[in-house]
């Protein structure tokens, strides 16, 4: 199975201010069509995940502009570029490259 | 609008089995597939498996093999999942899930997730 590794598992940010979390996976999630099958959730407490990046760097429908998504292979990266309120939760990346599908340990992003 | 609504909370004993419902609207059900993930308190989100909706073709993770059944009626535009030999390491919150691409671009839905608790 395709191990995935997050870090930090903890980010605290201050309001308007930048936030950047890695994920990392044992072999590349590069499929032979050019897409990279990697996505990045955000969950709140009580909640179901939501999709904010989907195939590395798209954003999905309805989400802010804020949020970004970059790399490939086996190297990405979620970016905040100014963390609001709202943001507070966890964020977790998943390889959908082949079943099972794998995730990373989630980060909790908080508010200092 | 897509809504997948699942079946409500469950509390089994050990040995038991529990199945959860994944009740779909919105999109066409019988065209992709669903799969079931699951999280354990303090543990990262686990892949259990997938039924393709249409077709009925299943796949499972290795360590639920023998004990997972994944199956849908098309009819009923729902997917079900049932679990059995429950133990304690079952107690989670199951959810199922669909992704796919169609004209209107990338869809992802998750199901409101319900919560198995496994005790004696």
């Known amino acids: 199975d395709i191990v995935m590794t997050q870090s930090p598992l903890s980010l605290p940010v201050t309001p308007g201010e930048p936030a950047s979390i890695s994920c990392r996976s044992s072999?590349?999630?590069?499929?032979?069509?050019?897409?990279?099958?990697l996505h990045w959730y955000m969950q709140k407490p009580g909640q179901s995940p939501q999709v904010l990046i989907y195939?590395?760097?798209n954003r999905a429908s309805g989400v802010p502009d804020r949020f970004s998504g970059s790399g490939s292979g086996s190297d990405f990266t979620l970016r905040i570029s100014r963390v609001e309120a709202e943001d507070v939760a966890i964020y977790f990346c998943?390889?959908?490259?082949?079943?099972?599908?794998?995730f990373g340990q989630g980060t909790k992003v908080e508010i200092k | 609008q897509v809504q997948i609504v699942q079946s409500g909370a469950e509390v089994k004993k050990p040995g038991a089995s529990v199945q959860v419902s994944c009740k779909t609207s919105g999109y066409s059900f019988s065209s992709y597939g669903m799969h079931w993930v699951r999280q354990a308190p303090g543990q990262r989100h686990e892949w259990m498996g997938w039924i393709h909706a249409g077709f009925g073709n299943t796949r499972y993770a290795e360590k639920f093999h023998d004990r997972l059944t994944i199956t849908r009626d098309t009819t009923a535009r729902t997917a079900y999942m049932e679990l059995g030999s429950l133990r304690s390491e079952d107690t989670a919150v199951y959810y199922c899930?669909?992704?796919?691409?169609?004209?209107?671009?990338?869809?992802?839905?998750w199901g409101q997730g319900t919560l198995v608790t496994v005790s004696s």
């Open positions: 195939l590395g760097s």
């Open positions: 072999q590349s999630l590069l499929y032979s069509n050019g897409n990279n099958y």
């Open positions: 899930a669909t992704n796919y691409h169609d004209s209107l671009g990338y869809n992802d839905y």
């Open positions: 998943m390889q959908a490259l082949e079943t099972p599908w794998t």
